[in-house]
């Protein structure tokens, strides 16, 4: 069943990271990159109405660009722990579109290896998220697992040393990022889930120094993965 995702950078991203078939381009301003990568791609371009593009994209923010794609391709778990020394996101319990595609974008930026969501209680990489993450959902891969603590413990057998984010977790500036890890963070209301904290092999934490006691999980998220990067000399 095709989706409709929407906004220029979105849409510019489906169209070069050929991960999943763009349909058709709907483009109600004559944006000449959006022309430009469908061009490349050998996709049709139609000229509509705002009022279509406003339409389709259910009232969310279009810049007046929307495509019709093919659904998300998610990816298994062991195609991320096959990379290079991994890094690996793991979101338990995120909610919010717009969070996810911030920490998308960030695990692109970052050059992780890729994201792990829940199936169930969680959100997924539908277009609000493609569109907070300025199309780097094109390009990151995301696992959808049916359970984090099972995920964890796959991981840990493929060789990934995995810390749950916490308060009072390790400063992560003394732990060894260079191995392959992964970075379990939950949302901010909660956290961490307790069955899967405990599965995990210990715990980081972001030093706060201010009056507020966290951060976005998207923040969160750039501070530990750059640190990461930063260890392994990128």
Known sequence: ????????????????????????????????????????????????????????????????????????????????????????????????PHNLGAVLRVADAAGASGVVIPKDRAAGVTAAAVKASAGASEH???????????????????????????????PYGDLDLTVPTGLVLGSEGRGVRRLVREGCDGTVSIPMLGAVGSLNVSVASAVLLYEAGRQRGR
């Open 1 to 96: 069943m095709p989706e409709t995702i929407y906004g220029v950078r979105p849409v510019i991203e489906a169209l070069r990271g050929g991960r999943r078939k763009v349909i058709e381009v709907l483009d109600a301003t004559g944006n000449a990159q959006v022309a430009q990568a469908a061009k490349a791609a050998a996709v049709p371009v139609h000229k509509v109405s705002q009022q279509r593009v406003a339409e389709l994209a259910a009232g969310a923010v279009h810049q007046g660009i929307v495509a019709r794609v093919s659904p998300y391709p998610y990816v298994e778990l062991k195609d991320l722990l096959s990379t290079p020394v991994p890094l690996v996101v793991v979101l338990d319990g995120v909610t919010d």
């Open 140 to 170: 990151v891969p995301v696992a959808r697992v049916t359970n984090l603590r099972r995920a964890v413990d796959q991981m840990q057998r493929a060789g990934l040393w995995v810390y749950a984010a916490e308060v009072r977790g390790t």
